[in-house]
Protein backbone atom coordinates (compact mmCIF):
# COMPACT_ATOMS: atom_id res chain seq x y z
CA UNK A 1 0.00 0.00 0.00
CA UNK A 2 0.89 3.53 -0.69
CA UNK A 3 1.41 5.95 1.84
CA UNK A 4 -1.32 8.00 0.58
CA UNK A 5 -3.33 5.04 0.51
CA UNK A 6 -3.24 4.65 4.23
CA UNK A 7 -3.59 8.18 4.97
CA UNK A 8 -6.82 8.25 3.29
CA UNK A 9 -7.79 4.91 5.18
CA UNK A 10 -6.38 6.55 8.45
CA UNK A 11 -8.49 9.49 7.55
CA UNK A 12 -11.25 7.38 6.91
CA UNK A 13 -11.28 5.69 10.46
CA UNK A 14 -10.88 9.19 12.13
CA UNK A 15 -14.58 9.88 10.59
CA UNK A 16 -16.01 7.15 11.57
CA UNK A 17 -14.83 7.02 14.56
CA UNK A 18 -16.11 10.60 15.10
CA UNK A 19 -19.10 10.09 13.88
CA UNK A 20 -19.64 6.88 16.49
CA UNK A 21 -18.37 9.31 19.29
CA UNK A 22 -21.34 11.10 18.33
CA UNK A 23 -23.51 8.54 18.41
CA UNK A 24 -22.53 7.73 21.61
CA UNK A 25 -22.80 10.81 23.07
CA UNK A 26 -26.72 11.50 21.97
CA UNK A 27 -27.46 7.91 23.24
CA UNK A 28 -26.11 9.21 27.38
CA UNK A 29 -28.06 12.58 26.28
CA UNK A 30 -30.97 10.12 25.99
CA UNK A 31 -30.56 8.20 28.68
CA UNK A 32 -29.55 10.97 31.06
CA UNK A 33 -33.24 12.31 29.96
CA UNK A 34 -34.93 9.20 30.36
CA UNK A 35 -33.27 8.86 33.95
CA UNK A 36 -34.90 12.07 34.47
CA UNK A 37 -38.48 11.97 33.30
CA UNK A 38 -38.26 8.29 35.21
CA UNK A 39 -37.29 10.26 38.38
CA UNK A 40 -40.04 12.82 38.00
CA UNK A 41 -42.88 10.39 37.38
CA UNK A 42 -41.90 8.07 40.58
CA UNK A 43 -42.02 11.54 42.56
CA UNK A 44 -45.56 12.50 40.91
CA UNK A 45 -46.67 8.46 41.73
CA UNK A 46 -45.68 9.06 45.21
CA UNK A 47 -47.42 12.42 45.31
CA UNK A 48 -51.06 11.05 43.98
CA UNK A 49 -50.23 7.97 46.38
CA UNK A 50 -50.45 10.54 49.61
CA UNK A 51 -53.45 12.73 47.95
CA UNK A 52 -55.86 9.60 47.41
CA UNK A 53 -58.36 8.61 50.12
CA UNK A 54 -58.24 5.15 50.92
CA UNK A 55 -60.30 2.37 49.40
CA UNK A 56 -62.18 1.70 52.90
CA UNK A 57 -62.97 5.35 54.18
CA UNK A 58 -64.74 5.64 50.90
CA UNK A 59 -66.65 2.92 51.25
CA UNK A 60 -68.04 4.08 54.83
CA UNK A 61 -68.62 7.60 53.11
CA UNK A 62 -70.88 5.68 50.59
CA UNK A 63 -72.14 3.44 53.34
CA UNK A 64 -72.93 6.72 55.57
CA UNK A 65 -74.67 8.52 52.64
CA UNK A 66 -76.66 5.25 51.91
CA UNK A 67 -78.12 5.21 55.36
CA UNK A 68 -78.39 8.59 55.28
CA UNK A 69 -80.87 8.65 52.39
CA UNK A 70 -82.69 5.59 53.64
CA UNK A 71 -83.57 7.28 57.11
CA UNK A 72 -84.66 10.27 55.27
CA UNK A 73 -86.79 8.58 53.25
CA UNK A 74 -88.30 6.95 55.61
CA UNK A 75 -88.94 8.85 58.17
CA UNK A 76 -92.28 10.23 57.99
CA UNK A 77 -92.82 13.91 57.31
CA UNK A 78 -95.10 16.19 59.26
Do not use: C, N, Y
Request: net charge negative; charged share 30%.
Amino acid sequence: MAGSELEELRRAMEVGFAKLDGRFDVVDERLKALGTTQERHEEELGAARERRWPLPVLGVLGSLGGIASIAAWVTPHK
